[in-house]
């Protein structure tokens, strides 16, 4: 049967519009996370995939991409913001050279233990640094754990911040971290995640620091025996979507889209305590020689400088600097 034009174009048109409708309308988000499968932020991820599939009706999938395959944090923040990606988990600190607000999390010790940060991004402050996030094209979704940030490396215990003195220290992208490993002595190495390992173990740097989960998951542990409980940063990590991509969704959408996220970091942070103590017992058993700081203020005098630059470079921040410090 030969269907004439006439009846052709009307069907092919309805047949491309339904289509196209259903392609506009369907959201396929892709997700950057640097953490390997087992990983609490993994895991948690994955939930927010599983919420925003269920609870969107298949309208709106995520797709993540873990383990850094997507690039380097620096790299994945910035596809966040350009659109490239939608959606993030990130730690704080390479977000910091961006938003100034965000950076304020990155003063050593300006948090004096996990209770006090949830208190704070909880709160005034919480949204202060959501809003500086925002305006650079980053919407803060939730609030994951990272625990606190320790100095670990191949030569011996640090005690105190003579001990950093000419040591190559790795750090996160972000010139607070240089900052902190220089007022010590030491020579900040900027680096990526994925380059510390055989950095280490070649001798490219000394040591590094990170929370207990990232020293025994990336197998940093074997190649920098010594973790000294310094406990200096108390880094918190989002999940973060694409401002545009979020100011386009529907009220509705948002708050659900929200919620999901919010529920992944209840997730998140009730396996991040349990991953905190298993981690530990890991790299302990496996030989590691780990010694407490009990009197860290010499840690703390020794971080002046940072501050003292960080306030000259954005005085407009000093009162949310004096926010943090002041929440019970
Ligand atoms: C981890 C954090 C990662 C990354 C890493 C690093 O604790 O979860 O996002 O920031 O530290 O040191 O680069």
């Known amino acids: 049967m030969i269907i004439s034009n006439r009846l052709l174009s009307p069907l092919v048109s309805a047949a491309l519009c339904l289509g196209l409708s259903t392609a506009v309308q369907a959201a396929e988000w892709k997700g950057w996370n640097i953490h390997k499968p087992d990983y609490p932020n993994t895991v948690a991820m994955d939930k927010f995939a599983e919420l925003l599939d269920e609870r969107s009706g298949g309208k709106i999938t995520l797709k993540m991409f873990h383990s850094g395959v997507l690039g380097s944090q620096p790299d994945g923040i910035e596809q966040v913001r350009i659109g490239g990606l ?18 304020v999390v990155s003063l050593p010790f ?6 006090h940060m949830h208190r704070a ?10 809003a500086g996030m925002a305006k650079k094209g ?7 754990d990272s625990g606190a940030r320790s100095f670990y490396n191949s030569k011996k215990p640090v005690t105190s911040p003579e001990d950093v003195v ?6 996160m992208n972000n010139d607070l971290y240089s900052g902190m490993i220089s007022a010590m002595g ?9 380059e510390v390992y055989q950095s280490l173990k070649t001798g490219v740097v000394d040591g590094a620091e990170n929370n207990w989960p990232s020293y025994e998951s990336t197998g940093h542990f074997e190649v920098a025996g010594y973790y000294s409980l310094s406990q200096h940063l108390i880094i918190p990590e989002c999940v973060c979507i694409n401002a545009d991509v979020y100011g386009a969704l529907s009220a509705d959408d948002q708050a659900m889209v929200k919620q999901a996220a919010r529920e ?21 058993a496996a030989g590691v020689k780990f010694n407490e700081i009990p009197d860290k203020s010499a840690f703390q005098s020794a971080m002046e400088p940072v501050y003292t630059k960080y306030l000259a470079a954005n005085p407009d921040l000093k009162p949310l600097v004096d926010l943090i410090k002041n929440t019970d």
């Open 86 to 103: 939608e959606i993030g988990n990130f730690n704080l600190g390479p977000i910091g050279p961006i938003a100034p607000e965000a950076n």
């Open 110 to 115: 300006i948090f004096k233990d996990m209770g």
């Open 121 to 130: 991004l909880d709160g005034e402050a919480g949204e202060q640094i959501s």
């Open 138 to 144: 980053l919407v803060a979704l939730a609030w994951y």
């Open 166 to 171: 000419g040591m190559k220290v790795r750090v």
């Open 186 to 194: 030491g020579n900040p190495s900027p680096m990526a995640f994925s």
């Open 264 to 284: 992944s970091a209840d997730l998140q942070r009730e396996l991040w305590e349990s991953r905190a103590i298993s981690s530990r017992e890991k790299v302990m």
